[in-house]
């Protein structure tokens, strides 16, 4: 019996790292039966083979410290975001999304501008400051010249670390860049102006000895089911001003008369394009809700 990591999965097989070297294996149907699947990231038994196509099964998942469910893989311990700062251009309600559903996760998260040598000094400090005043980890990166890597290189040492983001926005560039290997990269949909999808799988790649790199398939779209009461709670600028709000912790901040919170986004406290973002999400969720 042999302990590994699942480093790559496809449809039928789950590669799986070990002391032996590279398995290749499927998983023992007990776990079809019990509806658990085994994931990227995922500490494993196996049980040697000596069959030319398939060299192990997986015959026991070990206790997980996590699990993402989009990207969906286990043991992570932190997060990169990547978002493009151009080509295609970001929205800010589906930044804000993902950034709650990592938090909700527990895992450490950087937010990553990358494409940055295709953006004027400006449109920099702009997007600084949409995130500054709240508790997002920021940077800004290119591959082109290399601007940032060192810092993200420092940021992600030691961890296993995925990188999630929209198509198109540079993960698998990154990677290369860091791991100086070559995962397949793609270019924009001239048709709709977003990302070609190129990861097709989840992969783990590794940049050190104990530093651990995932990509993931980009998404359009994501699934979001905060409760809409809560939403502001995840917004930590507007809970640095919630404490004096007329109408405390029960104030969406929405229509309410003299909110704190929108007299702050009036003074420039509280920028206003994470508002107007908070107020796209606030109202979804409520529609939703009514739907």
């Known amino acids: 019996m042999l302990t590994g990591r699942i ?5 039928e097989f789950y590669y799986v790292n070990t002391e032996n070297g590279l398995f290749t294996c499927k998983a023992r149907g007990v776990f079809k039966k019990d509806k658990i699947k085994p994931l990227v990231g995922d500490f494993v038994e196996v049980d040697e083979l000596s069959d030319k196509d398939v060299n192990g099964n997986i015959v026991k998942i070990l206790p997980r410290k996590n699990e993402l469910k989009r990207p969906t893989v286990a043991n992570v311990d932190m997060a990169v975001l990547v978002v493009a700062l151009t080509n295609p251009e970001p929205k800010f309600s589906i930044i804000d999304k993902n950034l709650i559903k990592l938090s909700e996760s527990g895992i450490d998260t950087v937010l ?4 940055s040598d295709l953006a004027t000094d400006v449109k920099i400090r702009h ?3 949409i995130y500054k005043g709240s508790d997002t980890d920021i940077i800004f990166t290119n591959t082109v010249t290399d601007s940032g890597l060192e810092e993200l290189k420092n940021r992600i040492n030691g961890r ?3 990188f999630t983001g929209a198509s198109g926005v540079g993960k698998s560039s990154i990677i290369n860049t860091l791991t100086g290997k070559c995962m397949e990269t793609g270019g924009l949909s001239k048709k709709i102006l977003r990302g070609k999808q190129t990861t097709r799988h989840y992969e783990m790649v590794s940049f050190n000895d104990n530093t651990f790199l995932l ?3 980009g998404f359009t779209a994501i699934n979001f089911d905060v409760d809409y009461y809560f939403l502001k709670e995840y917004y930590s600028e507007f809970l640095k001003f919630s404490s004096v709000c007329k109408y405390g912790n029960k104030c969406l901040h929405l229509s309410e008369p003299d909110c704190e919170i929108k007299k702050m986004v009036e003074k420039g406290k509280i920028n206003e394009i994470r508002y107007r973002s908070y107020l796209e999400i ?3 969720l409520k529609g939703q809700r009514k739907g």
């Open 112 to 115: 990553c501008f990358n494409k």
């Open 160 to 162: 296993t670390c995925i």
């Open 127 to 129: 997007f600084t400051d």
């Open 282 to 284: 606030l109202n979804e």
């Open 215 to 217: 990509d993931s398939p």
């Open 7 to 11: 480093i790559k999965t496809t449809s």
